[in-house]
């Protein structure tokens, strides 16, 4: 049966680094399983005040994340943590209180950043909100990816030096999905 994986990417840059990787990812899986990256740059500010009178672009995000047996993040360094937009999306899905789109849904945390740890701090920020959400997350292998010439090759798939190490992250990631989707 087909595997859908909501992809979070937390940069809204049209030539992202983050995009690319997420791109390339996709093109690592098999073919019964589809990365679907949801949008999260038309979202509004989140404001508690509307937790029972979502945007429609919030209740899209919710309902995208729902149906997805695995959610994927892709995230960006900013200053040693996540992206505003990407904790903004977060937030979003994750009200009203009890109502969170992500709870129990299994994820993994990438990125890459053109300074030297790789998004490491990033990320670990982030696992610490997903356990918050009660998402049970990928913990090996990490990947810590560098920007760098040959990260993706003219046609934007991981080029030769990454391109086995980031195969068998996908496929971790893949198999931790199916061990923890309710779905
Ligand atoms: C950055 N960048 C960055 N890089 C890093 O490795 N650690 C960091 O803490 C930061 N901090 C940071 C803050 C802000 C506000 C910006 C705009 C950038 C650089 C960052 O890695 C670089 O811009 C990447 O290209 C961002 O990812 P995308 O947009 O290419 O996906």
Redesign the pocket.
Known sequence: SQTTIAVL???L?K?????KLADALARLAPSDVTFEQLEIGDLPLYNQDDDDNQADAVKRLKSELQSADGVLFVT??????VSGVLKNAIDHASRPYGKSAFAGKPAGVIG????????A??QQHLRNILAYLDMPTLNQPEAFIH?KDGLFDDAGNIGPASKEFLQGWVDSFLGWVTRHSAR
Do not use: K, W
Request: aromatic content about 8%.
């Open positions: 990417v937390g940069s840059r030539e992202s680094f983050n995009r960006p360094e900013y200053n040693r943590s890459v950043s053109v300074g030297a740890i790789g998004t701090m990033a920007a």
